[in-house]
């Protein structure tokens, strides 16, 4: 069981440039996250999935987009890089009862100059 | 609104002696409370969670959390320090509806640093 895994570790955009955040999960868990943390601030909730199709808007949606064909994959993509999207990004699932504990993803550090 | 509040940014002690790591929240309703560890350059790790029923509940690596509904908080806790558990941890809530006000609610993290 690989878990909660993401690509790319490490990434430096320029301005006004586009990627995706590659996520996949082998626990066959119907709910996934992404979160962002930056410093001091905790990890907030970009967007989520409640299963395969379905997807809807966390706290900070602003600038991504994702999309969950599958249950195992939940890519985020950025269209338009900002500097303000510098920041560690966190991926992860869980069963989906609200009790349930979440699992993380080794996260992906993104810089935009 | 949630939220969840960490006092401290940072707790220190020494090997051996007792730590606590506090955490106070603001949700309506019988919240779902969660610790997690982040080790350096690592994701984050469940540590352990209240859902209902006993107010002191028991984690990985030896930790505790007691939850005290009247003070609305979730403190961490451990009898014994080691060096190992120095890293970042968090506090996080639930509020057991569905739907985006279900979401987990983070709290900003303290950074725990255990000195041999």
């Known amino acids: 069981n690989a878990g909660v895994t993401q690509t790319p570790k490490f990434r430096i955009l320029k301005i006004g440039q586009s990627m995706t955040l590659q996520c996949t999960q082998d626990?066959?868990?119907?709910?996934m996250y992404w979160y962002r943390q930056d410093p001091g601030m905790g990890l907030k909730l970009i967007y989520y999935s409640v299963g395969a199709g379905i997807t809807d808007k966390g706290e900070v949606p602003n600038g991504y987009n994702v999309s969950r064909s599958t249950t195992e994959d939940f890519p985020l993509r950025l269209e338009l890089a900002a500097p303000s999207q510098t920041s560690v990004y966190f991926c992860?699932?869980?069963?989906?009862?609200?009790?349930?504990?979440?699992?993380f993803g080794p996260g992906t550090r993104l810089t935009v100059l | 609104a949630q939220s969840v509040a960490q006092p401290e940014d940072q707790v220190n002690v020494a090997e051996g002696n007792p730590l606590t790591v506090k955490c106070t929240y603001s949700v309506s309703g019988n919240p779902y409370l969660f610790w997690y560890v982040q080790y350096p350059n690592r994701g984050l790790q469940f540590l352990l969670k209240y859902i209902t029923g006993d107010n002191l509940v028991k984690g990985s690596y030896g930790f505790e959390a007691e939850f005290n509904k009247s003070q609305t908080s979730f403190h961490l806790k451990k009898p014994s320090a080691l060096v190992s558990d120095s890293a970042l941890y968090f506090c996080a809530v639930r509020n057991p509806r569905g739907g985006s006000q279900g979401n987990l609610i983070f709290g900003k993290g303290t950074k725990l640093s255990v000195k041999p």
């Open positions: 626990m066959n868990h119907n709910y």
């Open positions: 992860a699932s869980s069963v989906g009862a609200p009790y349930n504990e979440q699992f």
